[in-house]
């Protein structure tokens, strides 16, 4: 009884923060978007860039600054991993491997934080701060950036100037990213997070054994970590490591911090485009897929116990933390698969197949439930012109949303965004399963394996970074296959956001009429939920149906 009231106590004050941070947040984040005042700060980096503060540029323009800051990104941070050995505070770290190197890169880059390596043994704490930090920075800003051109398609007209990215991007990391993890790691470290530059210690246990501990720049990069829902953590146990959060108070701040900008952006997007109830017709469907998760996971991990140990634990325990519990657990194992946030306090390995199957299947939802920073946005604004267009041909109408018609030339935009990812996850996992090889680096057979394999695949495209371990991916093979998913399932989607942000700003809006679809109501919010479900349904059901469907059926027998 007293872990349920404690449960339903941190779940109540999670929504009351974030619903408290929705308007300020929001609000404060539309402001950075539109304002024509640059900071001081902002205009000595745009001198130093040779940008034009003012000056904004087309869709094309805007995509070519995106994949150019990318890649000259991932050269960088490859080539700082594959030299840490010879860098300061290198901690006694070697390089790291050219195929773990490219995966790392590609991943800190996508925002994705996927990690083949154990961090408190493989990465030195320059690379961490110089290298694997920065990117948490900068990838976060970028989908913020995108997101925010995407609704400038919205709201400007005859035109091909959607803003300028070197900008946004300057803008949302000086005003927004840096001050705010600055504030919350000098929070984590007062509860008790570390952050120091200790190397590798030799540490005597209470039972007089030993054990080695590496210390480093925790709090500073917890803070970013969840805030910029990156999620790549200093230890391989993320934040299950006492280090990374050490206590249930530590666990709630890192929840809210990887929920609050995704969930308050449909603010901003209300505010930008004119009209509140826009983005309180958005943050509804979040809000319902999100509370509809968390009650589905709990319950599985409460209810579905399969042994004596599970029943006097009044749960699944197994790989979770006993600081933690299962409600802690569950709460956080939502929100990072339903964000693209990579971080962890449980082992989603020892999940039940109704609550593992369940974090991919958020995953797959496209992470929109409130996704990413800036992506989750983006992702359910597609689904909402698609939404549009399937009640648009209802009615025998032209579609409109926002002012704006959604002719075949947008719709193939928005049709291409949302197969892509679907694409990549099936065939890296088809491919996975097809090779002897790479099979074998299942530690688990069966519906459960191939779990596995479906797990690491749509983690690494959705850019979410989480793993359900039980997989060998460290090899040549994965590190690389699943590198190049995350950077497809990155960036070919921005590619098809920002040209229909294009398309859209150049349109003459239209006015509303007692044909145009109402965008704010009730109805349209549970249509576009039904739109949701049943796009991933229909798409991921076969694979969803040979691992943790089958696997719950095999528990019946």
Not at 308 to 322: D, L, V, W, Y
């Amino acid at each position: 009884m007293n872990d349920t009231f404690a449960g339903w106590l941190q779940v109540l004050v999670l929504v009351v923060a974030l619903a408290l941070s929705f308007r300020p947040l929001g609000d404060y984040m539309a402001h950075i978007l539109t304002t024509t005042r640059h900071l001081w700060a902002e205009r000595l980096i745009y001198k130093a860039g040779g940008v034009h503060g003012d000056a904004d540029q087309k869709w094309s323009v805007y995509l070519r600054s995106v994949l150019a800051f990318s890649l000259v990104s991932v050269l960088f941070l490859y080539a700082f991993l594959r030299l840490q050995n010879h860098l300061l505070l290198s901690v006694g770290m070697q390089a790291v491997p050219p195929d773990q190197s490219f995966n790392t890169a590609a991943s800190f880059v996508t925002n994705t934080n996927w990690q083949s390596y154990s961090g408190e043994s493989a990465i030195g704490h320059l690379v961490q701060m110089a290298g694997l930090a920065v990117q948490n920075f900068v990838s976060a800003a970028m989908g913020i950036a995108v997101v925010a051109a995407l609704v400038r398609g919205f709201t400007r007209k005859k035109t091909d100037q959607l803003g300028n990215f070197w900008v946004d991007l300057t803008r949302i990391v000086v005003r927004l990213l840096l001050p705010v993890s600055l504030v919350f790691a000098i929070v984590l470290v007062a509860a008790g997070t570390v952050q120091n530059f200790h190397g590798v210690n030799d540490i005597i246990t209470i039972s007089g054994g030993h054990q080695r501990l590496t210390g480093g720049p925790v709090a500073s990069q917890e803070a970013i970590k969840e805030f910029g829902t990156n999620g790549g953590g200093l230890y391989n146990a993320n934040s299950a490591h006492p280090f990374e959060s050490p206590n249930a108070f530590t666990n709630l701040i890192e929840i809210y911090l990887l929920l609050v900008i995704s969930f308050s952006l449909p603010r901003t997007f209300g505010k930008m485009v004119g009209d509140h109830r826009q983005g309180y017709a958005i943050v509804a469907v979040m809000a319902l897929i999100w509370a509809a998760s968390v009650a589905i996971v709990t319950a599985n991990e409460l209810h579905s116990v399969s042994s004596a140990a599970g029943h006097a634990a009044g749960g699944m325990m197994e790989g979770k933390e006993a600081r933690f519990g299962i409600w802690s657990s569950a709460l956080f194992a939502v929100s990072t698969t339903l964000t693209s946030c990579g971080a962890v306090n449980s082992f989603h390995d020892s999940y039940t197949p109704g609550g593992g199957g369940m974090t991919i299947f958020n995953m797959m939802l496209g992470e929109i439930a409130p996704g990413g920073t800036g992506s989750g946005l983006y992702g359910i604004l597609i689904l909402a012109i698609v939404a549009v267009f399937v009640a648009g041909l209802m009615v025998g109408r032209t579609p409109e949303y926002l002012g704006k018609k959604l002719r075949g030339q947008e719709m193939k935009y928005a049709s291409l965004y949302i197969l892509t990812t679907p694409a990549v996850v099936l065939t890296g996992a088809g491919l996975a399963m097809a090779f002897p090889d790479e099979r074998a680096a299942m530690l688990n057979s069966g519906p459960h394996g191939f779990s596995e394999v479906l797990y690491a695949f749509t983690s690494a495209a959705n850019n979410n970074g989480s793993a359900f371990a039980g997989l060998s991916v460290n090899t040549v093979w994965y590190n690389t296959t699943l590198g190049l998913a995350m950077i497809v399932g990155r960036f070919l989607p921005m590619v098809f956001v920002l040209a229909l942000a294009g398309s859209l700003a150049q349109q003459q809006p239209v006015p509303v009429t007692a044909g145009t679809l109402p965008t704010h109501r009730p109805q349209f919010v549970g249509l576009l939920t039904g739109v949701v479900l049943i796009v991933v349904g229909l798409t991921y059901f076969p694979a969803l149906a040979l691992g943790p469907v089958a696997e719950s059926l095999e528990g019946l027998r």
